[in-house]
């Protein structure tokens, strides 16, 4: 679970005393009412870190669509398409919705990097992903 504590999702997870509370249920697990995962969530979770690598492939190609749709594909082939809107309503991604910030899209080997009139956000790679885990 390491590579996904930093996440909003399990960051209650970090707290050693909520962590060490897990029950498990014929098919899910549960942290005292601070989170639930079913058996078909974690097995997801390790196709996806599988699939994609997290961080152990560097992006080939990066592109911001229109409609907050950002395309990576990675230098092991892999393509991940993925629909930023949701992520735009927390602080962290809220600038990406002035449209100039958003066509500045470059990347670096394992991040994407926006630049636009003194406005600047670089992003990890497997930070992003994790959202979406």
């Known amino acids: 679970?390491?590579?996904y504590l930093d996440?909003?999702?399990f960051l209650p997870l970090k707290d050693?005393?909520?962590w060490s509370r897990v029950e498990a249920f014929d098919t899910r697990l549960?942290?005292?009412g601070k989170l639930e995962l079913s058996i078909d969530d974690l097995l997801g979770m390790l196709k996806?870190?599988?699939r994609?690598?997290?961080a152990s492939s560097a992006i080939k190609e990066a592109s911001a669509e229109s409609g907050w749709l950002l395309r990576i594909l990675l230098a092991n082939g892999s393509l991940i398409e993925i629909n930023m809107r949701e992520l735009l309503e927390y602080p962290l991604f809220a600038?990406?919705?002035q449209k100039a910030l958003w066509k500045s899209l470059r990347f670096k080997e394992h991040s994407l990097v926006w630049e636009n009139q003194?406005?600047?956000m670089e992003i990890q790679l497997d930070a992003l992903l994790k959202y979406f885990a």
């Open 1 to 3: 679970m390491s590579p």
């Open 7 to 9: 996440s909003v999702q």
């Open 16 to 18: 050693k005393s909520v």
């Open 30 to 32: 549960c942290w005292r």
């Open 48 to 50: 996806e870190g599988r």
């Open 52 to 54: 994609f690598g997290l």
């Open 95 to 97: 600038p990406l919705e």
């Open 118 to 120: 003194g406005i600047g």
